[in-house]
């Protein structure tokens, strides 16, 4: 079972409050994201819809709009997505 952290940046650092002394594991995950030009008009719609101003960095690579203008993912789309699954199932293992 994982248990919930409350994570911030403080001048620069992140800090965490783990649920126990044992269970903190942390890594980083980068990923590449390289673009076509996205038109005006596809921006547009993307505000008017509104799904793009509830997600971190106003970003949905799946999104049917956006997809043919995403030239090359350099990482994976679970990352992108906000969990990356190998990372977090070998974070997971560690603990256990």
């Known amino acids: 079972m994982l248990n919930d952290l ?6 620069g650092v992140v800090r ?12 980083w995950d980068r990923v590449e994201i ?5 038109p005006d008009e596809i921006i547009e719609k993307l505000i008017e ?7 971190a960095g106003a970003l949905i690579i799946e999104h049917p709009l956006i997809m043919p203008y995403v030239k090359q993912v350099v990482g994976t ?3 992108v997505m906000g969990l990356p699954k190998a ?7 560690e603990v256990l």
């Open 6 to 11: 409350e994570v911030v940046v403080y001048e």
């Open 16 to 27: 965490e409050k783990p649920a126990n002394e044992k269970s903190t594991k942390g890594e």
């Open 34 to 38: 390289y673009f076509h030009e996205i």
């Open 49 to 55: 819809e509104g799904a793009v101003l509830h997600v």
């Open 77 to 79: 789309t679970d990352s």
């Open 87 to 93: 990372l977090t199932e070998k974070l997971i293992k």
